[in-house]
Each structure stands twice: as C-alpha cells, then as structure tokens.
C-alpha cells in the first residue's frame, strides 16, 4: 500500500512559490498554525480544500498522491 504524504508535498510546492504559511492561510480564512499542523502531519487538510489548495500552490491534486 503507497503512503500519501500531502505534508510533505504541501511543504515542498509551499516553498518553490515562495509562499508563507500565513498567505496560504489567509486564501482559505484559515490561521497560520492551521497550515503548519497539516505540514507537521498532526492533521490534513479537509478533502474539499485539495483543489483550490493545489490551485494555490502551483501543483494539482494529483501531486499530493503522486
């Protein structure tokens, strides 16, 4: 069975756009500390939010499961 790593992917596109937690968080009303657990692993973002997060950071959905 293949692991999904969303943190690890979220973290990686996050920085190639030179984007911060906070600017990511704010797109979604979010606070920042929210955006830092779903890169620690401590929880993910709601399966809703995938595309317009991939939309955000450069990537697409499938990225996350790639």
């Known amino acids: 069975m293949r692991k999904i790593v ?12 030179s984007i911060t ?9 979010i606070t920042s500390q929210s955006v830092s657990k779903w890169e620690r692993e401590e929880c993910c973002p709601d399966i809703a939010l995938l ?8 990537c697409t959905v499938d990225d996350f499961f790639a």
């Open 51 to 58: 595309p317009v997060l991939a939309d955000a950071i450069g």
């Open 6 to 17: 969303i943190s690890e992917k979220l973290k990686a596109y996050r920085y190639q756009n």
């Open 21 to 29: 937690q906070k600017e990511l968080a704010d797109l979604f009303g």
